[in-house]
T-cell receptor, first 116, second 113 residues
Framework: ETGVTQSPTHLIKTRGQQVTLRCSSQSGHNTVSWYQQALGQGPQFIFQYYREEENGRGNFPPRFSGLQFPNYSSELNVNALELDDSALYLC???????????????FGEGSRLTVL | QKEVEQDPGPLSVPEGAIVSLNCTYSNSAFQYFMWYRQYSRKGPELLMYTYSSGNKEDGRFTAQVDKSSKYISLFIRDSQPSDSATYLCAMTRSNFGNEKLTFGTGTRLTIIP
C-alpha cells in the first residue's frame, strides 16, 4: 500500500512569485485535502477535492487554488506569494463513499515553503 | 477565541511516567475526535479516532471524550523516548465527506530517558 507522497519537500520563493505543490494520494483513496501549518501552530484547512472538484474550502483567499486529477492526485497552487505564506503545506487523503468519510485522514510529510 | 484550545507545552516527563494531554473546545457541534502524533519535520499520524463521549483504548494509549465539559484527553502509559513528538487534537462535526478537521495548536512532549 503506497502512502501519501508530496513534492517538493522544500522550496524557497520570493514575494509575488507563484508556486505549485503536488500530492499523490494513498492507494484506494479518492479525496484529497490540503492544510497549511505555520510554525508552532496546528494545521489549517485550505480546501478539499473530491471527484476532481473543490468540495469545501477554509478561510483562504482565491489566490490559493487547486486541482485534482482522474488518478486522484492533486496540486495546490498559490499565486502572488506573501511572506505569511511561509509554512508547511500538508496533503491528506481519505476515502469517501456514499458521501461519508471512513474517518481516517492520512497525511503526507509535507512541502515546506519559505517565502523571502 | 479559538474553537479548539490546547496547551502548547513544552511538556517533559521521565520515561515510564503516565502522560496526560488535553484539549478544550467551544463548538458543541463537534462529534468526532482525533489525536495525531507529529514527529519533527514529518506529517501528522493518526493515533486515535473516537465518536461522541466515552473512552477508547489502544495499547498504551487511551482517549477520553467528555462532551458535556467540551474536554478531550489522551493518556499515554509507560511512556517511551520514542513517544517524544508533538501531539495534535483534532475534531469534526460529522463524518460527511466534505468535513474539515479543526486542530489544536499541538502539545510538544519530550520523554526523558
Amino acid at each position: 500500500e503506497t502512502g501519501v507522497t508530496q513534492s517538493p519537500t522544500h522550496l524557497i520563493k520570493t514575494r509575488g512569485q507563484q508556486v505549485t505543490l503536488r500530492c499523490s494520494s494513498q492507494s484506494g483513496h479518492n479525496t484529497v485535502s490540503w492544510y497549511q501549518q505555520a510554525l508552532g501552530q496546528g494545521p489549517q484547512f485550505i480546501f478539499q477535492y473530491y471527484r476532481e472538484e473543490e468540495n469545501g474550502r477554509g478561510n483562504f483567499p482565491p489566490r490559493f487554488s487547486g486541482l485534482q486529477f482522474p488518478n486522484y492526485s492533486s496540486e495546490l497552487n498559490v499565486n502572488a506569494l506573501e511572506l505569511d505564506d511561509s509554512a508547511l503545506y500538508l496533503c491528506a487523503s481519505s476515502l469517501v463513499s456514499s458521501g461519508r468519510s471512513t474517518g481516517e485522514l492520512f497525511f503526507g510529510e509535507g512541502s515546506r515553503l519559505t517565502v523571502l | 477565541q479559538k474553537e479548539v484550545e490546547q496547551d502548547p507545552g513544552p511538556l517533559s516527563v521521565p520515561e515510564g511516567a503516565i502522560v496526560s494531554l488535553n484539549c478544550t473546545y467551544s463548538n458543541s457541534a463537534f462529534q468526532y475526535f482525533m489525536w495525531y502524533r507529529q514527529y519533527s519535520r514529518k506529517g501528522p499520524e493518526l493515533l486515535m479516532y473516537t465518536y461522541s463521549s466515552g473512552n477508547k483504548e489502544d495499547g498504551r494509549f487511551t482517549a477520553q471524550v467528555d462532551k458535556s465539559s467540551k474536554y478531550i484527553s489522551l493518556f499515554i502509559r509507560d511512556s517511551q523516548p520514542s513517544d517524544s513528538a508533538t501531539y495534535l487534537c483534532a475534531m469534526t462535526r460529522s463524518n460527511f465527506g466534505n468535513e474539515k478537521l479543526t486542530f489544536g495548536t499541538g502539545t510538544r512532549l519530550t520523554i526523558i530517558p
